[in-house]
């Protein structure tokens, strides 16, 4: 057996996309899913970067433009 062929027998979580336009709903809609609001949700447009979402222990992490990680709590996320 490929290593390919054995990568597709590793089952995987789903992943989820979120797009539309400024001020559909999309920040609202993942806080409800979540059972949480860490994204923020505003009146009017906001301009949020790009924003992965995942469970586990592991603390969040924030990417800066030059590819520095740097920790992040979902208080923080504000300050993006």
């Known amino acids: 057996m490929t290593e390919a062929t054995?990568?597709?027998?590793?089952?995987r979580k789903p992943r989820v996309a979120l797009m539309g336009e400024f001020s559909a709903g999309k920040?609202?809609?993942?806080?409800?899913?979540?059972?949480?609001?860490?994204?923020?949700?505003?009146?009017?447009?906001?301009?949020?970067?790009?924003?992965w979402i995942t469970q586990g222990d592991d603390g969040g992490l924030r990417e800066?433009?030059?590819?520095?990680?740097?920790p992040i709590t979902a208080a923080e996320l504000d300050t993006v």
């Open 64 to 70: 800066d433009t030059n590819g520095e990680l740097h």
């Open 6 to 11: 054995e990568d597709h027998d590793i089952p």
């Open 27 to 51: 920040s609202t809609l993942t806080n409800l899913l979540l059972g949480a609001a860490p994204l923020p949700v505003k009146i009017t447009a906001t301009r949020l970067p790009p924003v």
